[in-house]
């Protein structure tokens, strides 16, 4: 197989989130038996048959989110808080029923109330002024890890603009800011000589360093922070056992918090990478597809965030044309896609 260009690479991200974003949401909050599981299997092998025939898959609140944060980068090649901030109030005003956060939509209220005079002020009132910890920044922020590609440096600023304008808790932002992180070093990367040692040796010290300046002094934070949780990810991954999905979701999570679904995508895109027991696919992208939607709990957003990495570091030729032919606005994101790559390169 040969490398995959740079537009392969944005296209596969970004067809990859829409792709884990339609065919995870029929099974949002489930814990799969091996029934379920049976039945998943089926009805993906029928999404990428020829000949089947069935109503588009809807796309959800992480999809049109996503398409805002897209439209923002190509316009503005830069995060314009306040055009962002219209534009995730705008789509929620013609479509409220995408399944959106419990929480966020609160924020919307404020904010259309408010004339956008304040963008950051309703996510700060959030959970009494402790702000949302929900995974809702990092589901929708890959492509600023594909726009930072040629300067990731401008990453962390450009997440966190995008971030505030609806989640100001640490683990929110930060959650937003690994999942472009790790887009980030996707779309670098060579698929024939990419290793998890590597990728996750490159990734935790970037936690590492973004947690220290988000610590507050004096203050011992009493849940697990990322940096922590990717050397979870690490030590499941090295186990020489076969892993259980209870060890997995013991030590990672699978809600709606970004602290406890970030981190098991990133493990989910990694083991997807080799064979996987009991998924009986050639192709990483349909093996981390399969694996995120059996894990269960949060599938829309997980299947989303690590099918947006596996697109990434593998580019658009591994989705199968026939499933991603099923999902809703498929051809508005390949042109968001392309466009998207021009205002990047
Ligand atoms: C439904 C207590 C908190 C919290 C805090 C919990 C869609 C709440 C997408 C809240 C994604 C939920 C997901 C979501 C994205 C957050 N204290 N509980 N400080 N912070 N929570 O409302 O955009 O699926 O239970 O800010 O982050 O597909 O309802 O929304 O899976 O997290 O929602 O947080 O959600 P929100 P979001
Ligand atoms: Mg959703
Ligand atoms: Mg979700």
Known sequence: M??????????????????????GEPYEGQVLTDGDKAILRRSLNQLE???FKAPAKKYTDD???TRSVIRCLIEHKDINTKELATSFVKEHAAEPNRGYGGAVVEVFRKLLKNKFTDIVGPAQEQFLGRGSYGNGAAMRVSPIGLFCYNKPEKLVELVKKSAEITHSH???????????????ICVQKDPKTFFHDEFLSELIPKMQELEKESEVPGIKASGPNFTQQLKEVK??????NPLS???????????????????????????????????????PFRRTLEYAISLGGDTDTIASMA????????GDSLIPENLLKHCEAHGEFIELANKLYESSI
Do not use: W
């Open 49 to 51: 048959g020829p000949y």
């Open 170 to 184: 640490s683990l929110g932002i930060n959650g937003a800011v690994l999942q472009a992180a790790a887009v980030n």
């Open 245 to 283: 999905e209870d060890e997995v979701l013991n030590a990672l999570g699978h809600d709606v918090t970004a602290i406890y679904s970030v981190p098991t995508a990133i493990f989910i895109f990694l083991r997807a990478q080799g064979p996987i027991e009991g998924i009986q696919s050639e192709n």
């Open 307 to 314: 099918c947006s990495l596996t697109g990434a570091l593998h």
């Open 235 to 240: 030590t499941l991954l090295d186990s020489p």
């Open 63 to 65: 999809s049109a989110m």
């Open 2 to 23: 040969q490398q995959p260009n740079l537009l392969s690479k944005f296209r596969g991200s970004v067809l990859g989130g829409l792709v884990g974003d339609c065919c």
